[in-house]
């Protein structure tokens, strides 16, 4: 079965970070693409901040 999971930049953690905790769970058969963007958010002060969307699509092993 073919999945897509989304990462997103909080406020608490990178996404970055979570994308490559999630990958060293795969093997490497399992992934077909990692897609990457970045998005400008604002804050409640009109300062605005760049977060980073990364998309994993991957072959969910089936039990």
Aim: charged share 30%; hydrophobic share 40%.
């Amino acid at each position: 079965m073919i999945q897509v999971k989304e990462f997103v930049d909080t406020d608490m953690s990178l996404a970055e970070k979570r994308v490559n905790e999630f990958l060293a769970e795969l093997d490497d058969d399992q992934v077909i693409n990692i897609c990457y963007g970045s998005i400008s958010k604002t804050t409640a002060t009109n300062k605005s901040e760049q977060r980073s969307a990364i998309l994993v699509v991957y072959k969910k092993k089936i039990k």
